[in-house]
C-alpha cells in the first residue's frame, strides 16, 4: 500500500541508489542465474559502467536468462562489436551551447541537470557522453537560466540528463522558481527513467512541487516492457496524474526485449493502466556497443501496424527516429493501406 505523502515508508530513494548492483556476478546471483553464458561479457563494464537499482531487478523473473529486463542492463560480449555506422555520438550532441544546455530545437531546450543515472541502460545514446564537459560548472544553472531568459522563442525547458531526477528535490525546486520568473516559458518537462527502476523517487513533495508550478508540468517516464510497471509504480503515476501533472511515456525498440506485438500491445495497455500515454517508440540510435539491440525498419512498421489493428489510436505510440542535426524528430512513415468500407461513422 503507498502511503499518501508518496510513498516515505519505504526505503529513501537515495539508499537505494547506494546499494544498487554494479558487477554481473552479484546480479546473477541475485536472480539465481549461472554466470556461465555471460562471462564472455563481463568485461563490457569497462565500455560502460553497470549500474541497477534492486528496486528494478525485482521486477526481473529469477532464473530466467532470457527476462527482458535483465537483457536491457547486462553487459554483454557483443558490445565489443564494431559495426559501420554505429558511433559514439549518433546523435551530434556533444557539441552544446553551454555546458549543461543543448539548443536542439527551435522552441525547446535540454538542460542537463545532472550526468549520471540510476540505472545504466546498456543501449543508451549517451553511453559515451561527455557529462564531465556537459554539467552546468562552477556558475551552476545561472548562464543556462540566463541564455534562456535571452532567447524569447525558448517556451519550454526539459530536464535531462544522464537522468535529471538524480537532482534532489530542493535543488529541483529552486531552478524552477528561477524558471518560472521568465514570462516567455510555458512549459517544463522532465525525462527520467529513476522512476521506473526506483518507484519511491516519486516522491510527494516534488509532485506537489510542480503541481503548483506556473509552468505545466509534464512527466516522461522511459518504459520499455510492461513488466517495469508494478503495482507500485502504477500507484504512484496514478497519484502524480490526479496531481495534475501530464504523463507520457517514449520507449525504444529492443530486440530481444520488446521487439514483437504482444509486448508493444501489453506496454501500452498497462502504461494506460497507470495514466500514461505511449508517446514515441524510438528506433534505436546508432550507438557503438548497441548493434545487438537493432531492429530492422521493416519489423517495426510491421509491429506498428498490427498495434493499430489491435489498440485505439490513442494508444499507439508513434515510431520515430532522431537524426542529428534535424529540428524535430522524424516518423518512420507506416505505408498502410488506406481503410476501406468503415462500417460506422463514429471512429
Ligand atoms: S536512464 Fe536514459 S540516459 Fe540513463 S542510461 Fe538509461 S537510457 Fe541512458
Known amino acids: 500500500m503507498i502511503p499518501l505523502n508518496g510513498g516515505d515508508l519505504h526505503i529513501p530513494w537515495q539508499k537505494e541508489l547506494a546499494r544498487a548492483f554494479t558487477t554481473p556476478e552479484q546480479l546473477l546471483d541475485y536472480l539465481g542465474l549461472d554466470h556461465g553464458p555471460w562471462l564472455e561479457g563481463f568485461a563490457a563494464r569497462r565500455l560502460f559502467p553497470m549500474r541497477v537499482p534492486k528496486p528494478f531487478a525485482d521486477k526481473m523473473h529469477p532464473g530466467d536468462p532470457a527476462d527482458p529486463l535483465l537483457r536491457q542492463v547486462l553487459p554483454l560480449a557483443g558490445e565489443f562489436t564494431e559495426v559501420p555506422g554505429f558511433v559514439t555520438d549518433p546523435l551530434d550532441e556533444h557539441d552544446s551551447a553551454l555546458p549543461g544546455l543543448l539548443h536542439k530545437y527551435r522552441s525547446r531546450v535540454l538542460l542537463v541537470l545532472r550526468g549520471g543515472c540510476a540505472v545504466n541502460c546498456r543501449y543508451c545514446f549517451r553511453r559515451h557522453f561527455p557529462y564531465a564537459d556537459n554539467s552546468p560548472g562552477q556558475g551552476g544553472w545561472q548562464p543556462a537560466v540566463d541564455y534562456i531568459a535571452a532567447h524569447a522563442e525558448i517556451n519550454e525547458v526539459i530536464l535531462s540528463g ?44 516534488l509532485r506537489e512541487r510542480l503541481s503548483q508550478s506556473r509552468l505545466r508540468p509534464v512527466l516522461v ?106 529540428v524535430s524528430k522524424t516518423p518512420l512513415d507506416l505505408n498502410l493501406e488506406p481503410v476501406k468500407d468503415t462500417p460506422c461513422m463514429i471512429r
Request: hydrophobic share 45%; net charge negative; with cysteine.
Open 162 to 205: 544522464g537522468d535529471p531526477l538524480m537532482a534532489k528535490d530542493e535543488h529541483i525546486a529552486a531552478l524552477l522558481s528561477e524558471l518560472e520568473c521568465i514570462p516567455h516559458l510555458k512549459r517544463l518537462r522532465i525525462h527520467s527513467r529513476l522512476p521506473v527502476v526506483i518507484p519511491t523517487r516519486l516522491t510527494g513533495t
Open 221 to 326: 517516464v522511459h518504459v520499455n516492457h510492461a513488466n517495469e510497471i508494478d503495482q507500485d509504480l502504477a500507484g504512484r503515476l496514478q497519484q502524480w496524474q490526479r496531481a495534475g501533472i501530464t504523463l507520457l511515456n517514449q520507449s525504444v525498440l529492443l530486440a530481444g526485449v520488446n521487439d514483437d506485438a504482444d509486448a508493444l500491445e501489453a506496454l501500452s495497455e498497462r502504461l494506460f493502466e497507470a495514466g500514461v500515454l505511449p508517446y514515441y517508440v524510438h528506433q534505436l540510435d546508432k550507438v557503438a556497443g548497441a548493434a545487438h539491440f537493432a531492429v530492422s525498419d521493416d519489423h517495426a512498421r510491421a509491429l506498428m501496424a498490427r498495434l493499430l489493428e489491435r489498440l485505439p489510436g490513442f494508444l499507439v505510440p508513434r515510431l520515430v527516429r532522431e537524426i542529428g542535426g534535424e
